[in-house]
């Protein structure tokens, strides 16, 4: 059974920079595509950025490019999102998944992810 784990969450202030990390065990010795994702109040769950483990082809939601980098750390088997010059509207619930990879591109909706993280709370003001 896959398991994710977020954690790094967090309250900051407007500018400021988080580091969240995915603990995904095997996932990330695997060609999968594991991406964040987030979620506001009121809105539908939203990709911000999907990494194809494979070979560390990265995609970015345009709200976040340039601010929020996605990585993986091999060391600690982890995914990781680096989040800069973050903003109030970036406080949202966020979320760490995963998806075997079927060739191509790794998809951005979250609907074609499989595997969730139960969430970890971010919180700019």
């Known amino acids: 059974d896959v398991q994710l784990v977020e954690s790094g969450g967090g309250s900051v202030q407007a500018g400021g920079s988080l580091t969240l990390s995915c603990a995904a065990g095997?996932?990330?010795?695997?060609?999968?595509?594991m991406g964040w994702f987030r979620q506001r109040p009121g809105k539908d769950r939203e990709d911000l950025a999907v990494l194809w483990i494979g070979g560390a082809t990265t995609t970015y939601a345009d709200s976040v490019k340039g601010r929020f980098t996605i990585s993986k750390d091999n060391t600690k088997n982890t995914l990781d999102l680096q989040m800069n010059s973050l903003k109030p509207e970036d406080s949202a619930v966020y979320y760490c998944?995963?998806?075997?990879?079927?060739?191509?591109?790794?998809?951005?909706?979250?609907?074609?992810?499989?595997?969730w993280g139960k969430g970890t709370q971010v919180t700019v003001s």
């Open positions: 095997r996932y990330t010795y695997k060609r999968n595509c």
């Open positions: 998944a995963a998806q075997p990879w079927f060739g191509g591109r790794c998809p951005t909706s979250p609907r074609s992810y499989t595997y």
